[in-house]
């Protein structure tokens, strides 16, 4: 596997038809390496979301190249992208999309058995307890405060040792002392990992704790 996590090659993201376009990001270029912790920051509105979304394979780019560890998933079907997230990549969203009628525990054991991978509860619960929720395993989303269901999202994402975590906003609905440790538990985890961590973040003082920082400006990188 080469030291390439992530690579956008003349990306653009154009919405609308021909006489009525919005074009979200205009011929992107950069690389992120594995192991390597970079912040996307910009104005509201300047496309960072949508570049989480195409390094995730969730948005099919206008035109351009990405690839995911040398993959290059704009040619692919969806259950090719389905099999690359699978593989490689765990998302964290702002919002937490729990499911309501699943316990902690089950919540990330979904995200394993997804992957066909089974009789790894013991797994889930020991990264729950290293997020400080061994006491809220067995608790619904409602049971939970905001910051633990964002631990939880967090747990779910990583509980399949992604090698890449596109992280949208992680701490976007926590309180300062919350975001503090839900950054300190990713960061943690990534440089034990050597893990490749992308994260659009509002945060300054986040954004400049992060290896590099690539700025977007009216779609493109500033």
């Known amino acids: 596997m080469s030291n390439e996590a992530i690579k956008f090659n003349d990306v653009s993201l154009i919405y609308g038809t021909s006489t009525n376009q919005t074009k979200v990001l205009k011929g992107i270029d950069f690389n992120i390496n594995s192991d390597e912790i970079v912040s996307i920051v910009g104005p509201s509105g300047s496309g960072k979301t949508s570049i989480i979304m195409l390094a995730a394979g969730l948005e099919k780019a206008s035109s351009g190249s990405i690839c995911i560890h040398s993959n290059e998933i704009t040619v692919l079907n969806e259950n090719e992208l389905s099999l690359i997230r699978r593989q490689h990549i765990g998302i964290v969203f702002q919002s937490f999309y729990l499911i309501p009628n699943l316990s902690a525990l089950e919540n990330v054991m979904l995200s394993l058995e997804a992957n066909q991978k089974y009789n790894m509860e013991d797994q889930a619960v020991e990264l729950l ?19 633990e269901q964002q631990r939880v999202a967090i747990a779910r994402a990583l509980i399949n040792k992604p090698s890449i975590i596109l992280a949208d906003e ?53």
């Open 129 to 147: 307890t290293n997020f400080g929720l061994s006491h809220r395993i067995d608790h619904l989303p409602s049971e939970l405060s905001g910051g």
């Open 170 to 222: 992680p701490t976007g609905n926590l309180d300062e002392e919350n975001s503090q440790h839900m950054m300190e538990l990713l960061f943690d985890y990534t440089k034990k990992n050597k893990t490749s961590l992308v994260m659009v973040t509002h945060d300054s003082e986040m954004a400049h704790k992060c290896d590099r920082i690539i700025e977007i400006k009216d779609g493109k990188i500033a």
